[in-house]
């Protein structure tokens, strides 16, 4: 498949489902839209994906290792979870919007749009001024905002927590950018120095963003008002609740399913056939306890599989010029997690379930 197909179904992927009950398509909005939107929105595209490659990173050993069902970034229907989980969904992917946005604007990719140096020529602290092509974030956040917020039409409690949750994204990129300077002064003497901001690598986001989701705040609601469907009495609740909520701070409403077990309707598949990290050079202690997590105390047993790979190796240069290599066999080891076997006479299932994740 074609890059710039892929881009484009991951849109339609990502927002189809709100589209769709909006009664009006990726298409229709491309074309009726003002001009603004076919200009930003294969970035757009990019940044939703973006955003979602880092999900699936940052939940690479966790039992639920964000879906593509995950990516339905809306109130669409009635399982409108606001889990922790999809907290982390609705951050990630506005921030991976805004940071798209933001480094095509530094590229130059977009006419309107160019580094922000309305700083420049001040100084910024002792032995250095604003100088240089500081990145426009001003610019990412406001389209990201036209784009991702625009996808939520609701205006009751959960429609709220995803706003807050997307501004939490957009809060990250800002928080992780980094000072970076250059000296100026006879050879090197490094006097003056001038600085711009830019981006961290995504990554940087990502990873505090996975940790606003490990420390993500429970919303207690007035469960009585909430049911009661009266969305200005749910309003009023909603902004009593979100008076002690930070605005870095990721929220959700409804604690997590049980994540080892599949389950259709909620559209996950559990961890049964999960591949985990049993031993190898350099794993972090949350590697390690992989088959842990994601088979033991799931009830699922650990299988080890041996696999051959052939590869390149003991290659020799030879003149002129040629490499030639051995094709050498290792056995590698593997591990997944397996159902126990129903006819052995002893299986203790030792679930906790209790913990998410
Ligand atoms: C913006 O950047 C993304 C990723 O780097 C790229 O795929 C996309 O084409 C760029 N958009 C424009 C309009 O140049
Ligand atoms: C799937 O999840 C829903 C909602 O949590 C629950 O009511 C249902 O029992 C689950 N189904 C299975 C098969 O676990
Ligand atoms: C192991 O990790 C350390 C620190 O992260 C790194 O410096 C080292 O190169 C790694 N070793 C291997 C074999 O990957
Ligand atoms: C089965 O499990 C029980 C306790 O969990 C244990 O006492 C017993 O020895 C086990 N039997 C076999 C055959 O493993």
Known sequence: MKRSTLLILSITGVYSAVLHSAAWSVNNFLMTGPKAYLTFSSSV???????????????????????????????HNRLRSATRETSFV?????????????RNCSLGDFDSCGCDDSRNGRVGGRGWVWGGCSDNVEF????????????????????????????????????TMKRACKCHGVSGSCSIQTCWLQLAEFREVGNLLKLKYD?????????????????????GATAETFHHIHATELVFL?????YCTRNASLGHQGTEGRECLQSGRNLSQWEKRSC?????ECGLRVEERRTEVVSSCNCKFHWCCTVRCEQCRTMVAKHFCTRRDPAAPNHSRQRSRAHRR
């Open 45 to 75: 595209a990019a940044g939703a994906h973006s955003g979602m490659e880092e999900c699936k990173f940052q939940f690479g050993w966790e039992r639920w290792n964000c879906p593509e069902s995950a990516l339905q970034l809306s109130t």
């Open 90 to 102: 609705h951050a990630i992917s506005s921030a991976g919007v805004m940071y798209t946005l933001t």
């Open 140 to 175: 990412g956040e406001k389209v990201s905002k036209l784009f991702v917020d625009a996808l939520e039409t609701g205006h009751d409690t959960r429609a709220l927590i995803n706003l807050h949750n997307n501004e939490v994204g957009r809060l990250a990129v800002k928080d």
């Open 215 to 235: 420390q993500a705040h429970k919303l207690e609601m007035d469960k009585r008002r909430l049911r009661a469907g009266n969305s200005a009495e749910s309003r």
């Open 254 to 258: 409804e604690d997590s399913p049980d």
């Open 292 to 296: 842990r997590r994601l088979c033991t």
